[in-house]
């Protein structure tokens, strides 16, 4: 019965994990189709970069994509690293997404180019760099587990941090700035969410262990003692 009950907690757990990062991610569907199904226009909903009366953009920004190709990548990312968020560090899984989805943004607005920036990925690098430092900073095992199976999925993300040409068609300074944002945010919060495992040690059961062994000691050293005064006794006799 304890074995089931583990097993139904671990299932809720893992429903409930992927159920904001699923409605965000169809949210994301559901404006590309919209937007190309009525042959509208949603780039002016991303960012530009110091313009002022768009800096809503970045509330905006991640439910505009360019094609099928850019939406289907950032929608598959962000449901795998905003369930992870969600499934290994719950207790502060929403202040590290929203924190995350507004600073990532901020940054961009402030460093970008003079162009209009679209798409989820500042987000998704915020994420993946907050589960893979906030591993490494809390030196928990399982966590470090997570840590290296980012670098082994996500590890090439770090080759997209910095301009490759010199009018690079990818918002790289939008990698960045979530990047920024993730590994402060993995040291801001390193002492919130699960920590370190402690091993203790009973002292009790290292007590009764001892005590047991000084009672077969004197045990045995009495059964000694007894036997050899019975070796006197007849020999005694035999005199």
């Known amino acids: 019965m304890l074995l089931k009950s583990n097993n139904s907690a671990e299932k809720q757990q893992l429903i409930l994990s992927i159920f904001i990062p699923a409605i965000i991610g169809i949210l994301m569907i ?3 189709l919209l937007e ?5 226009d949603f780039h002016s909903a991303g960012i530009y970069p110091r313009r002022l009366e768009n800096i809503w953009g970045i509330f905006t920004i991640i439910f505009v994509h360019s094609d099928l190709e850019h939406l289907s990548n950032n929608v598959v990312s962000f449901l795998l690293l905003g369930s992870s968020l969600f499934f290994f560090y719950r207790q502060i899984a929403i202040k590290i997404l929203i924190n995350s989805y507004i600073f ?3 940054i961009l ?3 970008g180019r003079e162009n209009w920036h679209i798409g989820a990925s500042g987000l998704i690098y915020s994420l993946a760099f907050f589960l893979f430092f906030s591993g490494v900073f809390r030196r928990n095992t399982s966590l470090i587990a997570i840590s290296l199976t980012i670098a082994f999925l996500y ?3 770090i080759w997209h941090l910095f301009p490759w040409q010199l009018q690079d068609p990818i918002s790289w300074e939008g990698h960045l700035a ?3 944002v993730g590994l402060v945010l993995s040291f801001l919060y390193r002492k919130q969410g699960p920590q370190k495992e402690i091993v203790e040690w009973d002292e009790n059961n290292e007590d009764n262990e001892v005590a047991e062994d000084k009672e077969d000691i004197e045990g045995n050293e009495v059964a000694e003692d007894k036997e050899e005064n019975e070796e006197k006794v007849d020999e005694t006799q035999k005199v």
């Open 104 to 106: 990532s943004g901020i």
């Open 36 to 40: 190309h199904g009525m042959n509208w």
């Open 178 to 180: 979530g990047g920024i």
């Open 155 to 157: 590890g090439s993300m």
């Open 30 to 32: 559901l404006s590309y």
């Open 109 to 111: 607005w402030i460093i």
